[in-house]
């Protein structure tokens, strides 16, 4: 079985996908992580992620794996564990610049379709519905109002003693929108067959309790 978990940034993709996930006994995949590795690439190789004839040659050199060691997963960017390092606001900036241009698409396609092949996966990201796993059987578009998403996001960065203003965050949040929503080439977008799933009012245990009635309608 595959689910599909897209939306917007700040809507609690992966926390929900990794906790339906564990309750089914399924693979989580963050496909996120991989642009990350793309754009931790782009900025060691002192390129630009933004542009297409800087970063299409380094596909070349690239070998993007993603490994699950004690069910995290982990990302290897030539052998190497970058897990770590793909956390950034830089490079959260350059995944979001890579992740705009075709041939970077392309390059990650494949692996994704591959780990859903092989395993129940629920898989997060922007195009997992409307690309990557057409065939999905449940595909959610997980999302909250901007000011809800920033609030969220603030409280996380509070948590780990970094000091930012709301209305930074909030804009921040308003621009990442603009750019997975408006980009040319597979933006992000509510699949014809996927189920908006609004979580501004409800809290994430409730989200994932709805889903995984969901999933197990479409199980049985
Ligand atoms: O989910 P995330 O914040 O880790 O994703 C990092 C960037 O990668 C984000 O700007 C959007 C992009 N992305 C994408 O375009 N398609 C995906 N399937 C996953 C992420």
Redesign the pocket.
């Given at each position: 079985m595959k689910i599909a978990i897209d939306g917007p940034?700040g809507a609690g993709?992966s926390d929900t996908a990794k906790a339906l996930a564990k309750k089914l006994g399924f693979i989580y995949v963050?496909?996120?992580?991989l642009?990350?590795g793309i754009g931790l690439y782009a900025i060691r190789k002192g390129k630009n992620p933004a542009s297409i004839e800087e970063v299409v040659p380094l596909l070349a050199e690239i070998k993007i794996e993603m490994r699950h060691i004690e069910s995290e997963q982990h990302i290897f960017l030539n052998g190497e564990d970058v897990s770590a390092f793909i956390r950034t606001e830089s490079v959260?900036a350059a995944?979001?610049a890579v992740?705009a241009i075709p041939a970077v698409r392309d390059f990650l396609f494949d692996m994704q379709r591959e780990i859903a092949e092989k395993n129940d996966v629920v898989m997060d990201?922007?195009?997992?519905g409307t690309v990557v796993l057409l065939d999905a059987e449940l595909k959610i578009f997980l999302t909250a109002k901007p000011e809800v998403r920033a609030g969220r996001r603030l409280r996380q960065l509070e948590a780990k003693g970094i000091e930012a203003k709301f209305d930074d965050v909030l804009a921040d949040v308003i621009q990442?929108d603009y750019?997975?929503t408006n980009r040319d080439f597979r933006p992000l977008k509510l699949a014809e067959d996927g189920i908006l799933f609004d979580n501004s009012e409800i809290g994430f245990e409730e989200t994932v309790e709805q889903i995984i009635s969901m999933a197990k309608e479409r199980m049985a």
């Open positions: 940034a993709k963050d496909t996120g992580a642009y990350r959260s995944a979001s992740s990201g922007r195009d997992i990442r750019n997975d």
